[in-house]
């Protein structure tokens, strides 16, 4: 019998999607992070502005850090505003970061950020991934599933 799958996040509203994440890697685990933020770099998130596209997380010690990752500086703040490329520490329970820590190290594989939102709660999260990456005909198999679920859906709705 096979396991349940887990809950969803609760996505209120979605900041910022690694859209490449699904092309680039397979996802065989997904964790929910806080993210360490100052005040103007909330503001900006909450006006939708953020990337993650080109970014990582990696474990350095007993810590784990959003490296790489875009958050503009905030239009209206005054001296006090952010770096837009900081390294932001992402919040876990220790036994997830020595599981992340493991599964770096020992299997090769590698932290994804696939969204940044906010959930429920008003409380800004990084939706990361344990993820294992794809050979180029790994690649070329998922744009050929897309391309056939597109024309599947094509003739269904033609003939419906």
């Known amino acids: 019998m096979s396991k349940p799958s887990p809950a969803p996040f609760d996505k ?4 910022a999607e690694n859209r490449r994440a699904h092309y680039e890697y397979f996802v065989e685990e997904r964790f929910e992070a806080g993210i360490e933020l100052r005040g103007t770099e909330v503001k900006s998130l909450r006006t939708g502005q953020g990337s993650i596209a080109e970014s990582y997380a990696a474990v350095d010690g007993e810590e784990v850090f959003l490296v790489n990752s875009s958050i503009p500086e ?17 919040l876990l329970r220790r036994r997830e970061i020595n599981k992340l820590q493991g599964a770096v190290a020992r299997q090769g594989l590698t932290l994804v950020p696939l969204s940044v939102y906010f959930n429920g709660a008003g409380k800004a999260k990084v939706e990361l991934a344990l993820a294992r990456g794809k050979k180029v005909h790994d690649k ?21």
Do not use: C, F, M
């Open 12 to 15: 209120a509203k979605i900041v």
């Open 74 to 90: 905030y239009k209206n703040g005054s001296w006090l505003n952010h770096e837009p490329r900081r390294r932001r520490r992402l």
């Open 140 to 160: 070329r198999e998922t744009v050929k599933e897309r391309d056939w679920k597109r024309e599947q859906g094509r003739l269904l709705r033609d003939r419906g």
